[in-house]
């Protein structure tokens, strides 16, 4: 089982997603070690409560998914949160009290999924359902 954790890093007032205490980003290697430099949907630069109460209710399942594959913005454009700017994105299943991130894909709303470039990146995470929904809902009391 995966452990998550959501907060703030090093000063910086952006979400960051922790997953077994490192950046989600740093899943993804590309050439000479690059990682993504999206941000967690509701850890963009200058993203509205509203906004991040939608992304989260996406994250928790309780709001289908702005995308028509039905997979969920996880990394988003740091500047401005817009799918549109390409996002990577993953399929959310809750089943028996665990949550699954699988089927990642880059996405942008308007063309249809593709496979990721990065030559590394995460299967599969799987997470306490009650773990999972506790730091979402830390996040949704912020503010």
């Known amino acids: 089982m995966n452990r998550i954790t959501i907060t703030h890093r090093d000063g910086n007032?952006?979400?960051?997603?922790?997953?077994?205490?490192?950046?989600?980003?740093?899943?993804f290697v590309g050439r000479n070690g690059a990682h993504p430099s999206q941000v967690l949907s509701i850890g963009w630069a200058n993203a509205q409560k509203s906004e991040e109460r939608a992304s989260i209710e996406q994250l928790l399942g309780s709001k289908p998914s702005a995308l028509s594959s039905g997979r969920v913005p996880v990394?988003?454009?740091?500047?401005?949160?817009?799918?549109?700017?390409?996002?990577?994105?993953?399929?959310?299943?809750?089943?028996?009290?665990?949550?699954?991130?699988?089927?990642?894909?880059?996405?942008?709303?308007?063309?249809?999924?593709?496979?990721?470039?990065?030559?590394?990146?995460?299967?599969?995470?799987?997470?306490?359902?009650?773990?999972?929904?506790?730091?979402?809902?830390?996040?949704?009391?912020?503010?």
Do not use: K, M, Q
């Not at 007032?13 to 899943?27: F, K, S, T």
């Not at 308007?110 to 009650?130: I, K, Q, R």
């Open 13 to 27: 007032p952006r979400h960051e997603v922790l997953i077994d205490d490192r950046r989600l980003a740093e899943y």
């Open 75 to 143: 990394l988003v454009c740091e500047e401005c949160g817009d799918v549109a700017c390409g996002t990577l994105a993953v399929r959310i299943e809750r089943r028996d009290g665990v949550i699954t991130w699988t089927d990642w894909a880059y996405e942008n709303g308007y063309e249809p999924p593709s496979e990721l470039a990065w030559p590394t990146y995460p299967e599969v995470f799987e997470f306490d359902a009650s773990e999972y929904e506790r730091a979402f809902a830390n996040v949704a009391s912020e503010g």
